[in-house]
């Protein structure tokens, strides 16, 4: 055990070293720093994380992106954002929302595939979510000219406060009828074959993915995106 600590201000120990990172920490690399048992501080991490959603603390500590982070609660998302924009930050724009949401659902995409869902080309919004951070280079499409593959990042996760991808809503939640999940499925692989479908379609299906993007917590989120 780390010098002055022992099993009792384990859970005391570990909150302070999280509030003061700003990235998901592994049980392993707290229980190099404390010198302790990996298990004993998973064990502690979780009860911090019961006890505090127990006491519905203000600040809760969430499993993502293979660490640990302490979060804001999620009932005060409202006054939180009217906090933060007080600083004069502001939300992601519409076109990075967008292109966001198209390539975290279809992922991995090509440019290509992400104008042709959203109908214009989207080559600054990619350029702006890369320098942020949240999309990436993920390898090349086996097709003629070997586009290059984008995918969401570990630091989309950590923003979003996902274990993985695979823990994102599923998008035909937010279909309104068994028609638009229809559409919106029609829509999303069109980045894989060309289908043929009305502008008003286009929107209709489009409406409904940025509708994904907008339920995800964007509020501790506090980047500059460019306008598409």
Known sequence: MFEGLTEDNVQGAIESMLFVTDEPVSAIALADMLECDVAAVDAALRAIQARREQEESGIQLREVAGGWRLYTHPAYHDLIEKYVLSWDTRKLSAAA????????????????????????????????????????????????????????????????????????????????????????????????????????????????????????????????????
């Open 97 to 228: 929302m967008e292109t966001l949401a198209i390539v975290a659902y279809t992922q991995p995409v090509t440019r290509v595939g992400v104008a042709s869902i959203r109908g214009v080309n989207s080559d600054s919004s990619i350029n702006s979510l890369g320098e942020k951070g949240l999309v990436k280079e993920v390898g090349q499409a086996d097709t003629p000219g070997n586009p290059m593959l984008y995918g969401t990042t570990r630091v989309f996760l950590e923003k979003f406060g996902l274990r993985s991808v695979a823990d994102m809503t599923d998008i035909s939640e937010f279909a309104p009828d068994a028609e638009t999940r229809a559409l919106i499925s029609e829509r999303l692989s069109s980045t894989r074959e060309a289908i043929s479908v009305s502008e008003e379609q286009v929107a209709e299906a489009m409406a409904a993915v940025v509708g994904v993007v907008e339920k995800i917590d964007f509020d501790e989120l506090d980047f500059d995106f460019d306008e598409e």
